[in-house]
């Protein structure tokens, strides 16, 4: 579920009134939310079919903990808004005895990390392929998402659409005169605006 709405895309189109456009409009918001979640570094959602914005469920596997501290595990997507559960089991297997007792540990959400309260802990976490499993609800709320990420999507949402009818070009003539059309990659606007959401395994 996209994180923005038309109503709001139309306010940085001023140039489109009424509906004819809305369902195309959705689609846009849509495939640009998908395009800023791929570049900061989301994974596909335990039922999506592609990255994403909005809070949704998703089951990760991890090698370890943080080289720096094993009592801290480093999740690869921010905000965590909740932990389901976190195993720690070399086998792979994830039965109930590698289940980690959550009364043992918190949660950084906006840093994303897990980490083992040393006073009640009584198992750490493992170091090996796929040793961790966790099922955590990350991403931004629909309800209440961060402004500067809204204004991110949507600037890069009307650049798109007002560039629509001289896509695949790389310029164009009027008045006998020749005029180079800007890159269709993400604007330095946008990338700017959306770097402080960059997920922590982007930066490794």
Same mark, same amino acid.
């Given at each position: 579920?996209?994180?923005?709405?038309?109503?709001?895309?139309?306010?940085?189109?001023?140039?489109?009134?009424?509906?004819?456009?809305?369902?195309?409009?959705?689609?846009m918001i849509a495939r640009t939310e998908v395009a800023i979640a791929r570049y900061l570094g989301f994974p596909?959602?335990?039922?999506?079919?592609?990255?994403?914005?909005?809070?949704?469920?998703? #089951? %990760?596997?991890?090698?370890?903990?943080?080289?720096?501290?094993?009592? @801290?595990? !480093?999740?690869?997507? +921010?905000?965590?808004? /909740?932990?389901?559960?976190?195993?720690?089991?070399?086998?792979?297997?994830?039965t109930a005895d590698t289940l980690i007792t959550a009364s043992t540990y918190e949660l950084n959400k906006a840093?994303?990390?897990?980490?083992?309260?040393?006073?009640?802990?009584?198992?750490?976490?493992?170091?090996?392929?796929?040793?961790?499993?966790?099922?955590?609800?990350?991403?931004?709320?629909?309800?209440?998402?961060?402004?500067?990420?809204?204004?991110?999507?949507?600037?890069?949402?009307? #650049? %798109?659409?007002?560039?629509?009818?001289?896509?695949?070009?790389?310029? @164009?003539? !009027?008045?006998?005169? +020749?005029?180079?059309? /800007?890159?269709?990659?993400?604007?330095?606007?946008?990338?700017?605006?959306?770097?402080?959401f960059m997920n922590p395994y982007q930066y490794l």
């Open positions: 579920m996209a994180i923005t709405t038309v109503s709001l895309l139309k306010e940085y189109l001023p140039e489109i009134s009424g509906a004819s456009l809305d369902t195309e409009l959705t689609r596909t959602s335990d039922t999506g079919t592609a990255p994403s914005l909005d809070q949704s469920t998703y #089951t %990760l596997y991890l090698n370890g903990p943080k080289f720096t501290d094993v009592q @801290v595990l !480093q999740l690869p997507i +921010t905000p965590v808004v /909740s932990i389901t559960s976190v195993h720690s089991d070399v086998n792979l297997a994830y840093q994303g990390q897990v980490y083992l309260l040393p006073d009640k802990a009584t198992t750490g976490f493992d170091r090996g392929f796929r040793a961790i499993k966790v099922i955590c609800s990350a991403g931004y709320s629909v309800a209440n998402p961060p402004e500067d990420l809204v204004h991110a999507v949507l600037v890069w949402c009307s #650049t %798109l659409q007002r560039a629509k009818a001289n896509q695949g070009k790389d310029s @164009v003539t !009027q008045r006998n005169s +020749t005029v180079k059309l /800007s890159p269709r990659h993400m604007p330095t606007e946008v990338r700017e605006l959306v770097k402080p």
